[in-house]
């Protein structure tokens, strides 16, 4: 079940970052966290917490979403509304 929230938790890091387009090394500068941390994030290496859920989601600017499950597109990161 982790490795499935990490590579959740990854994949929805890296679809937002797209969407915005931004590199890594850009959403690194924002989030105050090195280009290796994104990606390992990225990559399904780090497991979500909701303190660095709430860290991200800041520096892209957007809320973030779960549901019940724990796999792909069981998290994601939302765009604010204007």
């Not at 931004?22 to 090195?34: D, H, Q």
């Not at 497991?47 to 998290?75: F, N, Q, Y």
């Not at 994601?76 to 509304?81: H, I, K, L, P, S």
């Amino acid at each position: 079940m982790a490795i499935r929230e990490a590579l959740a938790f990854g994949q929805a890091l890296y679809d937002r970052r797209i969407a915005l387009g931004l590199s890594a090394a850009e959403l690194a500068r924002r989030a105050a966290m090195t280009e290796d941390e994104i990606e390992c994030i990225e990559e399904g290496g780090t497991a979500p917490s909701v303190v660095l859920l709430r860290h991200l989601a800041a520096a892209l600017d957007a809320d973030v979403r779960l549901t019940a499950g724990h796999g792909i597109g069981s998290l994601w990161f939302e765009g604010r509304a204007a």
